[in-house]
């Protein structure tokens, strides 16, 4: 069953990356944009799964945008893969660091002292004029082993970038579900004494899975400052942690291929909402989380396991 | 027979509370022995202090004889020393087959930093570990029932299961029997004590029942007060006055209640 939730992961993708070429320029910077979101989903559900929150996920996306807006200002380098990279690598060591601290944490604690840390980071950046306070600043424009496309060019290339990272990213975090560190977060979520009496420290099992999760948040993040072309404090702020956690819930945590559908429909649910009804959007957004949370408390993926069940002969289900 | 394990001088206090004292011990290989007290003598706590769940105030634990006196329980569990649960720690949201699997993988683990991570949670090598447990434990009629429906003896069993997946060769078992009907204690006990023969595990377990005791213990430490009053063979310290006096007694008039 897992092989063939790949190979339709895979189809989906392909046929995701082929449509570029045919569809016009703001659509392809949308998905963009909501496909490097959904990274940061994506770590927000290797959290999830062990039963953590975090409200401060923006911390790492913003530590990767930064990352790559200011490669670019102080030395001019734009080369987009190894950008991406450092955003993800800078982001991973920070919530290496961080994890020390928030690995004790459980709960509401987790939760809020994430929070905390990504509002530092935002206080941090309104703070330092040099950076353009809460203007932010440009973003270099990015280039490909030293080819420089522009225009619907350079988006198409962001967006097969951001669908190759997506691809690696979710192989990655399937396998992970699948080791020994990923199959313990039911077990962790359930009963820590007896995953740390079987000899396994849950300290350091949550710790990676911060890592992880700050790894994505970092691609996630550096890959958007390339898209939009711009970085500033909101990217820290706590209402983008909540719109990860958002999408998390809309996604539920039972497929990562989960995580990219609901950032793509909460895009498009928030571009045409904002666009349509610019009062009502948060409205429209509450609703449709409200209508999750009633009709889909396993998130969209759930949608899927339903549809498996129905098609499914009894019996013939694994 | 070499010596697994050497208890020298433990004691525990908890702020004003001496819940062990001048506690001495010392346990062949593959011998069985099981420990008696009443209610609150300090029988948990010295299974605690050996599996590193608390840190002794005092005194040295030899395993193997290497010192692990106030190791984290993890890196004890590592170096051979598993133990149950006087309640039976399971994942309540797995089936047994999952509960055993874990356990399994846990103990494959390939050596190093990342082993929980490059190690596949189902392998051959995994599932095959879980269903032999399975079977060993004879609880195979509910390996796909989740954990949290299942009755209580098959709770204990699935908990004993899943701490000797690691290949331990010390088992300290808290009361297997608490919470099973007396006539199922002895089957449950049988089930228990052959399958750690068949894996040559030395057991100490905290028991009750006297009559169990008698049945299954090589060897009976009677604690009393936080200390051990009369060790010796299962028939010296069951015979034992103190004994009969402070704990045996004490047990019979709960029953008779009971
Ligand atoms: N963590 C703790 N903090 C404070 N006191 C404790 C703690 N653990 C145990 N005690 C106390 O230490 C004493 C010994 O308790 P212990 O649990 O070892 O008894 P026991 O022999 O296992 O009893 P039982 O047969 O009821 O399981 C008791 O008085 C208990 O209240
Ligand atoms: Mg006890």
């Given at each position: 069953m897992q092989a063939g939730a790949q190979w339709v992961g895979g189809l989906l993708l392909l046929v995701a990356a082929a449509a570029a070429p045919f569809l016009p320029n703001w659509v392809v910077s949308l998905a963009t944009i909501a496909f490097a979101n959904a990274l940061v989903v994506l770590g927000l559900v290797v959290l999830w799964r062990v039963g953590l929150v975090s409200f401060g996920q923006a911390l790492y996306y913003c530590i990767g945008a930064y990352a790559v807006a200011l490669m670019g200002r102080w030395i001019g380098f734009t080369d987009a893969i190894a950008l991406v990279l450092l955003g993800g690598i800078v982001a991973g060591l920070t919530a290496a660091g961080i994890g020390f601290l928030l690995a004790r944490y459980r709960e509401i604690f987790f939760a809020m002292l994430s929070l905390a840390l990504s509002m530092i980071l935002y206080g941090v950046l309104v703070k330092t004029e040099s950076l353009g306070s809460t203007d932010g600043f440009s973003v270099l424009t990015p280039t490909f082993f030293g080819y420089a496309p522009h225009g619907a060019q350079l988006s198409r290339a962001l967006y097969w970038l951001t669908l190759a990272i997506d691809a690696i990213a979710a192989l990655f975090v399937g396998l992970y579900f699948r080791s020994v560190a990923g199959a313990l977060a039911a077990p962790i979520r359930d009963n820590e004494i007896r995953v740390e009496f079987l000899g396994v420290s849950v300290t350091s099992i949550i710790h990676t899975k911060v890592v992880i999760a700050g790894v994505l948040g970092g691609l996630g993040g550096a890959l958007a400052a390339m898209t939009i072309g711009h970085v500033d404090p909101a990217m820290a702020y706590w209402t983008t942690s909540g719109g990860f956690v958002f999408v998390t819930v809309l996604a539920g945590s039972g497929y990562v291929a989960a995580a990219f559908i609901g950032s793509l429909v909460f895009e498009v649910v928030r571009s045409f909402a904002v666009d349509v009804m610019p009062q009502l959007w948060q409205m429209t957004l509450g609703s449709v989380l409200l209508l999750t949370i009633l009709f889909l408390p396993e998130g969209l993926g759930s949608l899927v396991s339903r549809l498996k069940r129905r098609v499914m002969k009894p019996g013939t289900a694994p | 027979?070499?010596?697994?394990?050497?208890?020298?001088?433990?004691?525990?206090?908890?702020?004003?509370?001496?819940?062990?004292?001048?506690?001495?011990?010392?346990?062949?290989?593959?011998?069985?022995?099981?420990?008696?007290?009443?209610?609150?003598?300090?029988?948990?706590?010295?299974?605690?202090?050996?599996?590193?769940?608390?840190?002794?105030?005092?005194?040295?634990?030899?395993?193997?004889?290497?010192?692990?006196?106030?190791?984290?329980?993890?890196?004890?569990?590592?170096?051979?020393?598993?133990?149950?649960?006087?309640?039976?720690?399971?994942?309540?949201?797995?089936?047994?087959?999952?509960?055993?699997?874990?356990?399994?993988?846990?103990?494959?683990?390939?050596?190093?930093?990342?082993?929980?991570?490059?190690?596949?949670?189902?392998?051959?090598?995994?599932?095959?570990?879980?269903?032999?447990?399975?079977?060993?434990?004879?609880?195979?009629?509910?390996?796909?029932?989740?954990?949290?429906?299942?009755?209580?003896?098959?709770?204990?069993?699935?908990?004993?299961?899943?701490?000797?997946?690691?290949?331990?060769?010390?088992?300290?078992?808290?009361?297997?029997?608490?919470?099973?009907?007396?006539?199922?204690?002895?089957?449950?006990?049988?089930?228990?004590?052959?399958?750690?023969?068949?894996?040559?595990?030395?057991?100490?377990?905290?028991?009750?029942?006297?009559?169990?005791?008698?049945?299954?213990?090589?060897?009976?430490?009677?604690?009393?007060?936080?200390?051990?009053?009369?060790?010796?063979?299962?028939?010296?310290?069951?015979?034992?006055?103190?004994?009969?006096e402070l704990i045996s007694g004490v047990r019979l008039k709960a029953g008779a209640h009971a």
């Open positions: - | 027979m070499s010596t697994i394990l050497e208890v020298r001088d433990l004691e525990k206090t908890f702020g004003q509370l001496v819940a062990a004292r001048d506690i001495n011990v010392s346990v062949p290989q593959h011998q069985t022995v099981g420990v008696i007290g009443a209610n609150g003598a300090g029988k948990t706590t010295f299974i605690n202090m050996i599996t590193g769940h608390l840190s002794p105030t005092k005194g040295t634990i030899l395993f193997e004889d290497k010192d692990i006196t106030g190791k984290p329980s993890r890196e004890i569990t590592g170096l051979g020393i598993s133990r149950s649960f006087q309640v039976a720690q399971i994942f309540p949201t797995l089936t047994v087959f999952e509960n055993m699997c874990i356990a399994a993988a846990i103990a494959h683990r390939k050596p190093g930093m990342f082993g929980n991570i490059m190690t596949p949670v189902r392998s051959a090598e995994t599932t095959a570990a879980a269903e032999a447990a399975i079977e060993l434990f004879q609880i195979g009629r509910y390996r796909d029932v989740t954990a949290n429906a299942l009755p209580q003896g098959v709770r204990k069993l699935l908990d004993i299961g899943m701490a000797v997946a690691g290949s331990p060769r010390l088992l300290l078992l808290d009361e297997p029997t608490s919470g099973i009907s007396i006539e199922e204690k002895f089957d449950l006990m049988n089930v228990v004590m052959s399958a750690l023969k068949t894996r040559k595990i030395t057991v100490l377990f905290v028991e009750h029942d006297m009559e169990i005791v008698a049945r299954f213990a090589d060897r009976v430490l009677a604690f009393y007060d936080g200390t051990v009053i009369a060790d010796g063979t299962a028939h010296e310290t069951l015979d034992n006055p103190k004994v009969q």
